[in-house]
C-alpha cells in the first residue's frame, strides 16, 4: 500500500476531524446505545501509566466491582482490551482444541461465530440448532450431551439479532452433570439480565468492555 502523502494525510483529517467536543452518536452494536455524558467525559480523561500504581488501584477496583454483577464471591473477572468476538475466541481457545468435541447451541447469529472459531483451531463441532426467536434448546443440549462426551458447551445468553434469552441457570445444571466446560457469550445479556456465575457454574463468560 503506498504511504500516504502529507497532501493526502491532510484531506483524511479534514474529513474525520478529531475535536474535543462530544459528538452526538447513536451506536448500534445492538442498539441504540446512548453513551451517557459522564462516560464520555471519562474516556477524555488524560491518558495513565498501564503499569503504574494509579491504574492497578484502578484495576483492582474495577475488578471488585464487577463481582456482584457477575454474581461472584470468589476469584477476580479476568478483563479483555477487546471486542466481543475477541472474548469468544478466548473462551474457545480456551475450552476446547484440535480433535476435542464441542458442542454448539445455536439460536441466531452469534452461535454461528462460536462454530467458526471452533473449526478454526481444528475442533470437533455438533450443534443443536433452534429456530429463530427461540431460546437455546435445553432438550436438545440435555440429548446431546448423554449421546457423547464433549470438552465444552458454547451458548449465547442473550441472541441479540432476536432478543432470545437463554435460561442460563438450566443451561448450567445441565452441563454440571457432564465434565463438559461451559462457555457463555453475554455480549448483550450481561448488566441487564440476571447473572449469578458462581451458582450456575460457566467457566468463561465473554462481554466487551465498550458494552453497557
Ligand atoms: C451476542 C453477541 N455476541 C457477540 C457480539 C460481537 O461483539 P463485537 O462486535 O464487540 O465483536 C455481539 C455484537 O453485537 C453480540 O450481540
Known amino acids: 500500500m503506498p504511504r500516504p502523502t502529507l497532501r493526502r494525510l491532510a484531506s483524511m483529517n479534514a474529513r474525520f476531524p478529531i475535536s474535543g467536543d462530544a459528538v452526538p452518536y447513536r451506536l448500534r452494536l445492538p442498539g441504540p446505545t446512548a453513551v451517557p455524558e459522564r462516560v464520555l467525559r471519562a474516556l477524555s480523561r488524560p491518558v495513565i501509566a498501564h ?15 464487577l463481582k456482584p454483577i457477575l ?52 475442533a470437533e463441532v455438533d450443534e443443536v440448532v433452534s429456530p429463530l426467536g427461540q431460546p437455546i434448546d435445553l432438550e436438545g443440549i440435555e440429548r446431546a450431551l448423554k449421546a457423547k462426551e464433549y470438552a465444552a458447551v458454547l451458548a449465547v445468553h442473550s441472541e ?53
Open 71 to 122: 454474581g461472584r464471591a470468589g476469584a477476580a473477572p479476568f478483563l479483555f482490551a477487546s471486542t466481543g468476538i475477541g472474548t469468544m475466541e478466548s473462551a474457545v481457545v480456551n475450552v476446547a482444541g484440535p480433535g476435542l468435541r464441542v458442542l454448539i447451541a445455536n439460536n441466531g447469529q452469534w452461535g454461528p461465530v462460536f462454530k467458526r472459531l471452533a473449526l478454526a483451531i481444528g
Open 51 to 65: 503499569r503504574g500504581p494509579e491504574f492497578l488501584a484502578r484495576f483492582r477496583d474495577i475488578q471488585d466491582r
Open 160 to 212: 441479540s439479532s432476536t432478543g432470545a434469552l437463554t435460561d442460563l441457570k438450566a443451561l448450567g445444571a445441565i452441563v454440571a452433570q457432564t465434565p463438559a466446560l461451559l462457555a457463555v457469550d453475554s455480549v448483550s445479556g450481561l448488566g441487564g439480565a440476571e447473572m449469578r456465575q458462581d451458582e450456575w457454574g460457566s467457566t468463561w463468560w465473554c462481554r466487551p468492555r465498550r458494552r453497557r
